[in-house]
């Protein structure tokens, strides 16, 4: 079995690489060209923990500490989902006095919506055809097993 040569680019380099990923970027807390925000929301929505966040802020604020108590993964990731979610402008941070409280903030999910009704006007029309098609299918047989099998009048 053959290994490829893989070489380490440290930190410092792959910042400096013009062709970063959007992903890179929004960890790392940059801000991508115009026109990015649904991209942010399409990023922030990607990751499985992410998602339960929001649904978790769907019933209403939260501190920090009780969203982290929701979850398996540690404070610091926690944190970090939360900071993505932040600067994807899907959730606002409140502080009050030693605490972070959050709240969802459905603006974002709207773009994504829009994006998404593309789609769902396409297969609602799909799905209609592909149901006329088999419903006239079903009618040929019918005819054709009845013209093979007449039934017979007592």
């Keep these: 079995m053959r290994h490829r040569s893989v070489t380490y680019t ?6 400096k690489a ?22 942010l929301a399409f990023n922030a929505l990607s990751d499985p923990t992410r998602r339960a966040v929001l649904d978790l802020l769907r019933g209403g604020m939260r501190p920090a500490g009780e969203i982290a108590r929701a979850f398996t993964v540690s404070r610091p ?12 402008h ?48 079903y009618e040929n047989e019918l005819e054709a097993a009845n013209k093979k099998h007449p039934k017979k009048e007592k």
């Design 90 to 137: 899907l959730v606002e941070e409140r502080r009050e006095g030693r605490h972070r409280v959050y709240r969802l903030n459905p603006e974002p999910l709207k773009a994504v919506d829009t994006w998404l009704e593309q789609y769902r006007t396409f297969w609602t029309a799909s799905l209609n055809n592909l149901k006329a098609f088999v419903e006239a299918e």
């Design 10 to 15: 440290g930190p410092a380099s792959r910042r």
């Design 77 to 88: 990731a926690i944190s970090k989902h939360l900071g993505i979610l932040r600067r994807a």
């Design 18 to 39: 013009s062709g970063a990923s959007a992903a890179a970027k929004l960890i790392r807390g940059e801000s991508l060209p115009g026109g990015a925000a649904p991209d």
